[in-house]
Structure formats: C-alpha cells, structure tokens
C-alpha cells in the first residue's frame, strides 16, 4: 500500500517566491494534517482538514500561508510570499478517524524540506 | 512552560543496555498518549501507543502514570538499529496531537 505522498521532497527558494507543497493522504483516511518541524520548536501543527473540510487553522503562522483541500486525495499548502524563517521541514499526516477519536494512528509522509534564502 | 517536555539527550548507551526515557505533560484532560520514532531526516512513524496499564512490545515498554502526568518508554538490550529520536505525543481527545521535541538516542557498539 502506498503511504502519504509528499512532493517536492526538497525546495530550495529565494525569499519573496511562492512556494506550494503537495500532499496525497492514505486512500481512505478522512483527517489529514500539516505540520512545520524546526530544530527549536519542534512539529507543529498548521492545519487540520477532516473529510476535506479545514477545521482549525490557527496555527498557520500569518496571512502568507494558505492550504486547500479540494477533494479526499490531495492537499497543498502554499507560502506566498516565502522568507528565510519559513525554512523547516514539512510534513503532511493523515489518519482514519474512527469510533474512538483521536486514539489512531498518524501516518506522516517523508516531508519536503524547505530551504529559503 | 510546554505542553509535553521531553529531556532531549543524547543518551549514549553501548549495545545491550537497558535505557528508559520520560516524557511530562501538563494538561490532565490529555486522553491517549504515543511514543513516536523518528531517523534522522525521515518522518515520525508510531512506536507504540501508551495503554493505562501500560504494555509491552518486545524490547520496549510503555508505562502511563496519570497521577504524576508522565509517560515513560524503556527500551531493553539496545541495538545500534534503536538509535533514534524518540518523540512522546499526547492528545486531548481532539484533533490536536501535541509533539514533545523529542528524545536522542544514540546505541553505540
């Protein structure tokens, strides 16, 4: 079975270029998460998605982050315009939730590791 | 103060060690609780999940004590193959998993 799909595995952009990061979440599994991991604070969640709705995106750190969902098989998340302090790795999760929310198991894709100079 | 705090290590312990690692949480509506593991440069994959009465699987043991708000893994006759970030997760029966920073360990041979 194929796992979370992430691309581009790596980026490398100068500040002030949009950049958008892929996901294509487990066949089946109706949650899906973005998350941010830098050495200093560690993964940190940017925004939830369940049945492709966003449910909390409170942790998308301002107006230049955006992500969609448009249908059970793919999300991006966009970074416009992109600055220095955006580098970090990204990682997009998915799960099935099922009759005990939120004791399942995430399953993370290989990130893509964002470098902007 | 953080929601999950994780001592970050590095542990360094020769093969065949035993070594235990603890993970501290704040909040006591926190409801499941996980250990992750995370290779240097690759995503987090589950180790295990925390039970009450704790568990076992092989090597490793998870333990939860709510009454001092920790969970703990011990992890027995070490390889060079466990030498990892070990990342606790806790969740508040919500769709938010708080991530510890995680835990270094390096088995050495």
């Known amino acids: 079975d194929a796992g979370v799909i992430q691309s581009p595995r790596h980026e490398v952009t100068e500040m002030g270029q949009e950049v958008t990061l892929r996901c294509k979440p487990i066949?089946?599994?109706?949650?899906l998460f973005w998350y941010r991991q830098t050495m200093m604070r560690g993964l940190e969640l940017l925004i939830y998605?369940?049945?492709?709705?966003?449910?909390?995106d409170s942790g998308m750190p301002e107006d230049r982050f955006s992500a969609k969902m448009p249908n059970a098989s793919f999300s991006t998340l966009k970074i416009q315009p992109s600055e220095p302090r955006d580098s970090a790795v990204y990682f997009c999760?998915?799960?099935?939730?099922?009759?005990?929310?939120?004791?399942?198991?995430?399953?993370f894709g290989p990130g893509t590791r964002l470098t902007v100079l | 103060r953080k929601e999950v705090e994780q001592d970050p290590g590095p542990f360094n312990v020769p093969e065949g060690a035993t070594v235990a690692f603890n993970c501290t949480y704040s909040?006591?509506?926190?409801?499941?609780f996980f250990w992750y593991r995370q290779d240097c440069r690759k995503e987090p994959k589950l180790l295990m999940s925390?039970?009450?009465s704790g568990n076992e699987d092989g090597r490793f043991t998870a333990q939860l004590n709510r009454a001092s708000q920790y969970i703990s893994l011990l992890i027995r006759d070490s390889k060079l193959s466990d030498s990892a970030t070990y990342l606790c997760?806790?969740?508040?029966?919500?769709?938010?998993?708080?991530f510890g920073t995680g835990t270094r360990l390096k088995v050495l041979a």
């Open positions: 925390v039970y009450s």
């Open positions: 999760a998915s799960t099935l939730t099922s009759g005990v929310p939120f004791t399942d198991t995430q399953y």
């Open positions: 066949s089946g599994h109706n949650s």
């Open positions: 998605f369940n049945n492709n709705v966003p449910i909390d």
């Open positions: 909040n006591s509506a926190s409801q499941s």
């Open positions: 997760v806790v969740n508040r029966g919500t769709y938010k998993y708080i």
